[in-house]
Nanobody, 118 residues
């Protein structure tokens, strides 16, 4: 089992910045990938960015050049630095760790609200 606790998020004006952190605990030795997804009202959850051993980093086209994902393995943290935020980035952001047993068993954080005002 892996437990994920998110922090950060909040309300910011367009072009501002926010930082999300996700702390992992539990069976962390099994983690070889961590990432962030988001879900806006009335929309499906979508990938924002992910880091995986042997694969590297992947970003959604909509956030490339503005968001940066990083990982502090010593502290079991994954961080999402969000710059040049846009109103369309408004969503609940979720930390994710893929499960080796399949996506239906993935681990998720509790969600962090990010609201960008125009």
């Amino acid at each position: 089992q892996v437990q994920l606790v998110e922090s950060g998020g909040g309300l910011v004006q367009a072009e501002g910045s926010l930082r999300l952190s996700c702390a992992a605990s539990g069976s962390i030795f099994s983690i070889n990938a961590m990432g962030w997804y988001r879900q806006a009202p009335g929309k499906q959850r979508e990938l924002v960015a992910t880091m995986a051993s042997g694969i590297g980093t992947i970003y959604a086209d909509s956030v490339k050049g503005r968001f940066t994902i990083s990982r502090d393995c010593a502290k079991n943290l994954v961080i999402l630095q969000m710059n040049s935020l846009k109103p369309e980035d408004t969503a609940v952001y979720y930390c994710n760790v893929p499960s080796p047993d399949g996506p239906e068993y993935d681990y998720w954080g509790q969600g962090a609200q990010v609201t960008v005002s125009s």
